[in-house]
Nanobody, 118 residues
Framework: QVQLEESGGRLVQAGGSLRLSCTAS????????TGWFRQYPGKEREFVAR????????HYADSAQGRFTISRDSAKNTVYLEMNGLTPDDAATYYC???????????WGQGTPVTVSS
């Protein structure tokens, strides 16, 4: 089993930056990739970015491309999401997910809320 814990969500002004962290514990060596997702109230969770652990290859949603950067510190078992140029449209609860293969997400964190004031 793997446990994921997100942190870093808070209130930020529009145009500002924020760094979210997702720390994994447990059988971390079984993980193939980690991703960030966000969910608006009443909406389905949507993909933001993901990173492959071995290659550190990253993929981004169109909404995140050029503004967000995902990275991983293997020594700390932590994946970061650096977010710049935040807008009110980025306000959501952000979740990290981790998968043991190229498809599917096997583990989820509890989420961290991001609020962006205009």
């Amino acid at each position: 089993q793997v446990q994921l814990e997100e942190s870093g969500g808070r209130l930020v002004q529009a145009g500002g930056s924020l760094r979210l962290s997702c720390t994994a514990s447990g059988r971390v060596f079984t993980l193939y990739r980690t991703g960030w997702f966000r969910q608006y109230p009443g909406k389905e969770r949507e993909f933001v970015a993901r990173i492959q652990h071995s290659s550190k290859q990253a993929h981004y949603a169109d909404s995140a491309q050029g503004r967000f950067t995902i990275s991983r510190d293997s020594a700390k078992n932590t994946v970061y999401l650096e977010m710049n140029g935040l807008t009110p449209d980025d306000a959501a609860t952000y979740y990290c997910g981790a998968g043991r293969s190229t498809s599917g997400w096997d583990y989820w964190g509890q989420g961290t809320p991001v609020t962006v004031s205009s």
